[in-house]
Structures are given as structure tokens and as C-alpha cells.
């Protein structure tokens, strides 16, 4: 498990997506998370639903099903899977922002949206069918809990999807020191785990790993296109610069985290994988 040298909180990642909502939003858009290049032809907006989608054939969704998004950020994949899978789908941001933006965004699907912390949820148990979290879990402080209480709200036979980051089983000193350390911190990730990790929390909260497919190869384009847009962004919007320039913007430095993504896919000293897990 690769942590920071500085400790990360829910509040701290909290206040990370609420301070960074705008630029979000403005450079890729309504779904927070890679995008996913099947062919290599796909725009942009293709790329980023067709993740979900990803996920949501390996949930193997039935029509009138509980679905927890766990991060749901701007309720994208939660909207969508509820429009084209017919299921119902709650959404767990802790980012107040994001959940505004995401009420502004409904289209009337059945996705509802809840500001609450996945750790401390007070969800019913064997309440939902199946769980998701794209690229949430690399935020929660306490990742075995997090597996825990996803094991615990679902029902027996239920799944649970996860698509993470994670850090290479060896990385290269240097790799740590200049990449995955600083990507953590600037990120607010209390902790970048490694797949073997990933398993091993599974398979004590009590799920079967079903399958792991590791897709780094064809969602490390996102950050290509996202540096693309924020340097044109620099080069045409004042806002854009006046951010950076504020020394009272706790999470400006996620500019140069940007450009730490791009080195640590190209050194493979970081890799993303997409986890199906089962309930028995």
C-alpha cells in the first residue's frame, strides 16, 4: 500500500471535489472517472460511458434492482444505468458541490443522489442488489471497512464492481518518491493499494473475487486529453490562472498531478483494474 506522508481525510477529500468542481466539470465533463477506449476510436463522452457500461455488464444488472453508486460524483453512470438497465440506482457523494451539480443534471431517471459518507452510510443490511464504485475506493480512509460495509448492504448472490487505481507490485523507488506518493497526496487518497491488496480486503470482508482485468492500456488516454484541455484552458481562461496563482487554493497543485498520471501509466508504476467480486 503506497500512503502519503501527510494524512488524508473524508473532510479533505471533501473539500478536494467541492474547491475543484468547476475545472472538473469544465474539462471533462459529468462523469469523474476514466474514460474507456474498447476499439481506440471513441470520442471522449463515448469513452467515459462506455466504463460504465463496462461495469455495468460485469454487475449483470436485472431491471427493477437496488443499486449503490458508492462515489457517485455528478451521478453520470448513476443516471445512466438507471435509464438504460430500468434499476434503481442511490448515489453517496460526500462532496456538497457535486451533489448540487448532480440535482441540476437530473434528466428524471430513477437515480437519487445522497450526500453521506459509504463509511458511515446506515444502510439497512442485504438492502441492495449490487454496488459500484468507480474510482471512489482509492479515497476512503479506512479501505477494508469500506469492502465491509459493501459486503454487509448487499444480499446474498449480490456483486460488487470496483474500478481503481493502483500501484504497480514493484514500483521503482523513484516511482514512489516522485509519482505515487505525491499523486496520493495531491489526490487526497489516504492510500494507493495494490491488486494483491485489493483481494485480500475482498476476500475478508467475505466476497469471492470473481474476476480482476487490468484496463490500463485503454483508459490511460483520459489523462492525455484532460492535460490537452487544461493547457488550453490556461491559455484562454483568466480564471484558470488566477486559480493556480492563489496561494489560498488548498488543492491548485492537482494541475501538476495531471502530468504525474500521464509518467506513472507510462512507467506502468501505475496500473487500473476493474474488480467483480460476489456475495455467496
Not at 76 to 81: D, F, N, V, Y
Not at 189 to 209: H, I, K, N, Q, S
Amino acid at each position: 500500500m503506497i500512503t502519503p506522508n501527510i494524512a488524508q481525510t473524508s473532510t479533505a477529500v471533501a473539500l478536494h471535489y467541492d474547491e475543484l468542481d468547476e475545472f472538473y466539470r469544465d474539462i471533462w465533463g459529468g462523469h469523474v472517472h476514466h474514460g474507456y477506449w474498447a476499439t481506440g476510436r471513441e470520442r471522449a463522452d463515448e469513452a467515459v460511458e462506455a466504463l460504465t457500461l463496462l461495469v455495468a455488464a460485469r454487475l449483470g444488472l436485472q431491471p427493477g434492482q437496488r443499486v449503490a453508486d458508492i462515489g457517485c460524483g455528478y451521478g453520470g453512470s448513476a443516471r445512466l444505468l438507471a435509464a438504460r438497465e430500468n434499476v434503481n440506482v442511490t448515489g453517496f457523494t460526500i462532496s456538497a458541490a457535486q451533489a448540487r451539480a448532480a440535482v441540476a443534471m437530473d434528466d428524471g431517471s430513477s437515480a437519487s443522489i445522497l450526500v453521506r459518507d459509504w463509511l458511515e452510510n446506515g444502510l439497512d443490511s442485504a438492502s441492495f442488489d449490487a454496488a459500484y464504485a468507480i474510482e471512489s475506493s482509492e479515497h476512503m480512509p479506512d479501505k477494508q471497512r469500506f469492502f465491509c460495509e459493501a459486503f454487509r448492504v448487499l444480499k446474498p448472490g449480490g456483486r460488487l464492481v470496483i474500478c481503481a487505481w493502483l500501484a504497480a507490485d514493484h514500483p521503482k523507488p523513484w516511482e514512489v518518491k516522485q509519482l505515487l506518493e505525491p499523486i496520493c497526496r495531491e489526490g487526497r487518497l489516504p492510500g494507493m493499494g495494490t491488486e494483491g491488496d485489493y483481494r485480500d480486503f475482498a476476500t475478508r470482508a467475505g466476497f469471492a473475487v470473481a474476476q480482476v482485468e487490468d484496463i490500463s492500456a485503454r483508459v490511460s488516454r483520459t489523462w492525455w486529453i484532460c492535460a490537452r484541455r487544461f493547457l488550453a484552458r490556461l491559455a484562454t481562461r483568466p480564471d484558470y490562472l488566477k486559480f493556480l496563482l492563489n496561494r489560498g487554493a488548498a488543492n491548485r497543485v492537482f494541475a501538476l498531478t495531471l502530468f504525474r498520471l500521464l509518467l506513472a501509466y507510462r512507467t506502468q508504476a501505475m496500473r487500473y483494474c476493474v474488480f467483480t467480486l460476489q456475495k455467496p
